[in-house]
C-alpha cells in the first residue's frame, strides 16, 4: 500500500526539519545581504574593526562636465556624479581647461546626502566686447523674469526703448515705444522707471512720475501699442499710491494706498476696488492668496505686528519695532514656506519656516524662527533665484540662510560696494554680485570662490543671457565721457560657446 505523506509522522517531521532549514538558509541569506548593503552605503573600517557612517556628495558644475580633486586626488569621474565618503572633511576642487578652478571644504556627515550643484566656473580670460553706445547715460536698464529679454531706455527720450532679445545675442535690438498721448503731461519734470516684470515675460510694469504726482504704465513689449496707463484705466489717484503685480500675472494688481494704510485688489477684465486688507504698513503677497503684512500692533504703539494671512485666516507671526521700513519676504522651497522679515531700525533678521503649521500646533502654539541674524539696521532682503537661499543685507554686511541644509552665514565683503549701490544682488540660484572699484563681483552665497569678471558701472545690476552664456554690463566709455557702453562679456570658452 502506497504511504500517505501527511499520515507519515517521520515524513511529517522530515518534511519540516527541511522546511525550518530552509527559513534559516533565508534568514542567513537576508542577514548577509543586508550586512553587504550596511557596508557599502556606510563602509567599515577593518583596521580599527569598526563600522563608519558614510555620506553622499552629488556635484555638478557649470559649465559640464569639469575635473573633481578630493584632497588633491582626482577622482575617477567628472561632475554630475554621486560620490561616497566616510564621515569627515575634505578639501573639494573643480577644474576645467580653459577655466578658472572652483574649490572647497565640505564637511560629510554619515547618511546624509548633500548636494553641490551650483558650482560656475568662470573662464581664465574674459574679453568684453561692446554691443552698443549710448550718448548718455540711460535712465534705466531692466530684464525679464526668464532672461531672454532686456530693454534699455534710448538716450533723450522717456518712451523709446532698445529691446534686446538675449538668446540671440548677435542680433539688433528693436526700438519699442510707448503710444502717443500714454502719459499724462507734465510741467516741469519727470522720469519713468521700471517696478516689475510679470511671469508671461512680455509685460513690464513702469512707474511714471511727474512733478508730484505718480502713476502706473504697463509696457506691452510684444505689442507696444497696446501698452495701458493702469492709473487712468482703474481710476487711481496720483499721489500716494503703490502698485505691483498680484501673483506677477500682468492682468492682476494690488494697490496699497499709504495715506488710509489700505491695501486693494483689482484687475483688468472688470477694474474694481477690492478691499484686501486694512492698516497696512508693508506687505509682500505670494502665490495669490497668501498675504505677509505689517499691520500697527493695537497694544502696543511701539511695535507692529508681522501677520500672514493664507486666503482664510490671519496669523501673527512676530512683532517687530515700530521702524520706518520693513523688510518682508516669502516663497517656498521644497514644498516648505519660508518667511523672512526685519524692521530697518532694529538689529535682528528673522527667517521661519511653515510658521502657520507651528502656530496651530498644539504642542508648540508660536511660530519659532529657523535663523535669528545679528544684523544692524538691516536694509535689504532677497531670496535666490532658486530660493534656496535668503539674504539680508546692509552695506558690506550679509547674512545669508541655507534652506536645504539648514546653515546660517554671516561675513563682511572684503571690498566696498561703489555708489550708488545700496545692496548686492543675486546671480542666479547660489551667486551673488556687485560692482567694486569699477568692476564686477561674483562670489558664492558663503562669502568663497570670488571672481572679477569685467568693467561695469555702479549706477547699474549686471545681466545674464539664459543658460548664462554671457553677462552684460553698462560701462563709461573711455574715449567720451559723457557715454555709456553696453557690453557682454561670454562666461564660457570659444571652445564651449
Known amino acids: 500500500m502506497e504511504t500517505i505523506d501527511f499520515m507519515d509522522s517521520k515524513l511529517r517531521r522530515r518534511n519540516s526539519i527541511m522546511l525550518m532549514i530552509g527559513y534559516v538558509l533565508i534568514g542567513i541569506a537576508i542577514v548577509m545581504l543586508t550586512t553587504i548593503f550596511v557596508f557599502f552605503a556606510q563602509g567599515y573600517d577593518y583596521q580599527n574593526g569598526h563600522v563608519i557612517l558614510n555620506g553622499m556628495v552629488y556635484v555638478a558644475s557649470t559649465p559640464n562636465p569639469a575635473q573633481i580633486y578630493i584632497n588633491g586626488v582626482l577622482y575617477n569621474s567628472g561632475t554630475d556624479t554621486r560620490i561616497l565618503l566616510p564621515a569627515g572633511t575634505y578639501n573639494f576642487k573643480l577644474e576645467r581647461t580653459g577655466y578658472r578652478s572652483w574649490q572647497r571644504t565640505i564637511v560629510v556627515t554619515g547618511g ?5 550643484d551650483y558650482p560656475f566656473l568662470f573662464p581664465g580670460s574674459l574679453t568684453a566686447n561692446a554691443v ?61 522707471q521700471p517696478v516689475a516684470w510679470s511671469n508671461d515675460n512680455s509685460h513690464l510694469l513702469l512707474k511714471h512720475t511727474y512733478d508730484n504726482n505718480v502713476e502706473y504704465i504697463l509696457l506691452d513689449i510684444s505689442s507696444p501699442a497696446q501698452s495701458i496707463n493702469l492709473t487712468k484705466t482703474l481710476s487711481l489717484p496720483t499721489s ?8 506677477e500675472q500682468s492682468d492682476q494688481y494690488l494697490i496699497l494706498n499709504s495715506t488710509t494704510q489700505t491695501l486693494y485688489q483689482d484687475n483688468l477684465s472688470s477694474p474694481q476696488l477690492q478691499l484686501y486688507a486694512n492698516k497696512v504698513l508693508a506687505y509682500k503677497a505670494y502665490n495669490g492668496n497668501t498675504l505677509l503684512y505689517a499691520t500697527p500692533d493695537p497694544s502696543k504703539a511701539a511695535e507692529v505686528d508681522i501677520d500672514l494671512n ?7 507671526i512676530r512683532r517687530l519695532p515700530t521702524s520706518p ?28 519656516e511653515n510658521p502657520i503649521n507651528q502656530i496651530t500646533d498644539q504642542q508648540i502654539g508660536v511660530a519659532v524662527p529657523v535663523e535669528v541674524f545679528s544684523l544692524a539696521s538691516p536694509s535689504y532682503l532677497a531670496f535666490s533665484n ?33 555708489q550708488p549701490q545700496t545692496h548686492v ?9 556687485y560692482v567694486s572699484k569699477g568692476q564686477l563681483e561674483v562670489f558664492d552665497y558663503d562669502n568663497t570662490n570670488r571672481q572679477t569678471l ?8 549686471a545681466y545674464f543671457s539664459p543658460s548664462y552664456k554671457y553677462a552684460y554690463t553698462l560701462v563709461p566709455s573711455v574715449a567720451n565721457s559723457t557715454q555709456e557702453l553696453l557690453t557682454s562679456t561670454a562666461l564660457l570658452t570659444p571652445a564651449d560657446l
Open 240 to 247: 500716494n499710491i503703490d502698485l505691483q503685480f498680484n501673483n
Open 425 to 433: 544682488a543675486w546671480m542666479d540660484g547660489a551667486q551673488l554680485t
Open 454 to 461: 569685467s568693467s561695469a558701472d555702479a549706477r547699474y545690476a
Open 325 to 352: 521700513n520693513y523688510l518682508l519676504n516669502l516663497t517656498s522651497y521644497d514644498n516648505n514656506l519660508y518667511v523672512a522679515m526685519a524692521a530697518s531700525n532694529d538689529h535682528l533678521a528673522y527667517i521661519y
Open 132 to 192: 552698443q553706445t549710448y550718448a548718455t547715460a540711460p535712465a534705466f536698464i531692466t530684464q525679464s523674469l526668464d532672461q531672454h529679454w532686456l530693454v534699455v531706455a534710448q538716450a533723450n527720450s522717456l518712451t523709446s526703448f532698445d529691446l534686446y532679445d538675449l538668446t540671440n545675442p548677435q542680433q539688433a535690438p528693436t526700438t519699442i515705444s510707448l503710444p502717443a498721448g500714454l502719459l499724462s503731461t507734465e510741467a516741469s519734470s519727470e522720469s519713468l
Open 112 to 116: 546624509q546626502v548633500v548636494y553641490y
Open 310 to 316: 493664507n486666503g482664510s485666516q490671519t496669523y501673527t
Open 386 to 418: 532658486n530660493a534656496q537661499y535668503i539674504l539680508f543685507e546692509n552695506g558690506t554686511n550679509l547674512a545669508v540662510y541655507d534652506d536645504e541644509n539648514a546653515q546660517g552665514y554671516t561675513y563682511t565683503l572684503p571690498s566696498p560696494l561703489d
